[in-house]
């Protein structure tokens, strides 16, 4: 496909839709990262997208590295992933018992990630993690639970302190309605920071119950684990008995077919999954070691429920999605494009001085409008988001939607083509240009 048409972007359907939007839905968007608050002006509302392209109601073509926020490895409407959906829609869509998908997605989730011997399907990240942090508590006894500052696992309430995503974006470090005897559950670590968390452990010693993490952070941007940092985290949860729970909603199936946990050789406790293995469905999964699962309802007391859980149109489409990503050399090839585009941006920054830095693994990209590497939260929050904002807007003009906030990250898909990876690098030495101009 050719570049994006760079012609003046007219947005005048997506103002007036946006403007009804406004009135029947708070803030005119269903969740708050699409809002374009960090960048200012209104969010443009999309008509349709195929592959790694978006068109807003104005028809303005785009390439998109937000693909439903990592959801779509494919790229948009995979012709087989389509299929899958339009083949199961008219057999129903949803029937509250079990199926035979169900069955198949579950046993290729335990083929690619070993530790988790059984599943749980649940309808949103936010339930996974949820239930298996209800799990751990139950499993251990134990209240407490350590995440990392800058961290997102979805907006349940033991989440949502000095949390990622859309609560950094709009500044949000403690949400209003969390009870505080409930908050005061939650003990934050810096992210790379082992020793913190040994601190943590030696002052509440047998009340942590886990330890949740993404084992690659996305949601303060993208930082990777420093070499160490998980396995400490595995030696200190065993050693104190509290379990561990890697959050790969954005990591599973992304980074490898068997998740960061087969990348860097740690097994968890317990394992979150979404986005990739609904293949753009509501569809999400959380999953452990049989003892420590069948103590979940109907077998053990721990109750999690849904009435969408497992549904059969979620569950082809994940189907189809995993079955392609299985193929052989999938990540290969989506690692070498996404390379091709992080030396590219590298070498815009270079040519043009940026004060920047760009971040990449595997397919998950963040360029930092910070002159220093950013390994943690405390170091993400130093970010110039102003500029970030300029930069956003101005790749934006040139036909390039990236996640509108600098604590997102940009993903790229099989769906990507070399022309859009040239494109992109072009668009972005243009705009690390126009920022350092107007700046
Ligand atoms: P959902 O409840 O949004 O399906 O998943 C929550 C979640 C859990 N864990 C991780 C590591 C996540 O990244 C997420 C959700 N990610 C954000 C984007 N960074 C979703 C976008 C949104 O909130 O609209």
Redesign the pocket.
Known sequence: MSAPKQVKKEYRHSHEIFRRATEVLVGGV?????AFRAVGGDPIVVDHAAGARLWDADGNEYIDYVCS??ALILGHAHPKVVEAIAGQAGRGTSYGMPTELEVELAARIRAALPSCEKVRFV???????MSAVRLARAATGRDLIVKFEG?????ADS?LSEA???LATLGIAACPGVPSALAALTLNAPYNDVASVEKLFDQHRDKIAAVIV?PIA??MGVVPPMPGFLRNLREITTRHGALLIF?????GFRVCYGGAQTTFGVTPDLT?L??IIGGGL?A?AYGGGRDLMDRVAPLGPVYQAGTLSGNPLAMSAGIATLDLLAAPGFYESLGDRAKRLGDGIASALRETGASATAARVGSLLTLFFSREPVHDYARAKKCDTQRFAAFFRAMLDRGIFL?PSQ???LFVSAAHSDADIDHTIAACRESLAAVSASS
């Open positions: 269903n969740s708050p990262v699409r926020w990592g309808s949103s990240g936010t339930e996974a993690t961290c997102y696992h979805g907006h989440f990622g995503s859309g993404e996305a949601n959050d790969e909603v954005i990591t979150t979404g986005k509501p999400a996640a604590f997102e990250a």
